[in-house]
């Protein structure tokens, strides 16, 4: 709740009546595009969200996140769902708290709307029904609409292919498919799980791994590589206008420092 609304957060931490300064329980850290260039975040709660179509395992995911039983019955997630738990990465090293964010699929257009739509967003994972090739393909267009409004908007983020239901016969087609496209924008191969089976493949541990590591996993569509090439050309083109430039300068000058010379001679 402190991470959806830190004045709120802090207004209980008041009411409930914090022993220190309630100011001095929230620590703001640094802004992800700086993690990004540091290659490293120095965030200990992180938020991921969670796309996918409907019927794909979204909510089978975060419930297992939280300890829920499995359950076959399904109920459409109609508004956005949240939750959180503490994950310890392998050795005990270090816990991190993560937030599971699900975006009902009808909700994505409207959320990815505005420039910052984001900026909040630690790492994104795009779930789908592996037995279900529609799934599948409806799960790549959400990551490739991402993906896009990250290049578009400055806010790149980490993504992740999570193909649920593994206890299925999987679709060849999507197995193929998602692989392919994993390899093709730059991301980790896909993490198949299986909730029913409580088979997690350590997909919580695997999210905060690449969550914390905000340089690597971060698609590259096929026009964000093209802008990328064009914007070295450019940049290429003004470094060799300057040095011409400069080169021009300079040999203004020896002119002029010769043709003194011999005026100064005759």
């Not at 257009?109 to 529609?134: G, H, N, P, Q, W």
Request: hydrophobic share 40%; net charge positive.
């Amino acid at each position: 709740m402190t991470l959806l609304d830190p004045a709120a957060g802090l207004a209980n931490l008041i009411y409930v009546r914090y022993a220190g300064d309630p100011a001095s329980a929230l620590h703001v850290t640094r802004r992800r595009r700086l993690d990004r260039n540091k290659q490293q975040s120095q965030r200990n709660v992180l938020q991921c969200y969670v796309f996918g179509p409907r019927k794909g395992g979204k909510s089978a995911l975060l419930n297992a996140f939280i300890g829920r039983p499995f359950s076959e019955r399904h109920t459409a997630t109609t508004t956005e769902r949240f939750a959180a738990n503490v994950v310890e990465q392998q050795g005990g090293t270090r816990k991190n708290i993560l937030i599971m964010r699900e975006v009902p699929e009808d909700s994505v257009e409207r959320l990815l709307s505005t420039k910052e739509s984001l900026a909040a967003c630690d790492i994104a994972v795009f779930v789908y029904d592996s037995s279900d090739e529609s799934s599948w393909q409806r799960a790549r267009e959400l990551l490739m609409k991402v993906a896009t409004r990250g290049e578009d908007t400055g806010f790149e983020v980490p993504c992740l292919i999570v193909p649920a239901k593994d206890d299925l016969d999987p679709s060849p087609m999507a197995v193929q498919e998602s692989t392919r496209v994993s390899q093709d924008l730059g991301i980790e191969p896909p993490i198949p799980v299986s909730m029913k089976l409580g088979d997690s493949n350590n997909v919580f541990r695997r999210i905060v791994a690449a969550a914390q590591q905000p340089h690597l996993s971060v698609p590259e569509t096929e026009a964000g590589r093209n802008r990328k090439h064009y914007r070295q050309l450019v940049n290429r083109s003004l470094m060799f206008a300057s040095v011409g430039a400069a080169v021009a300068i300079v040999g203004l000058a020896a002119y002029r420092v010769y043709v003194a010379r011999r005026n100064a001679s005759s």
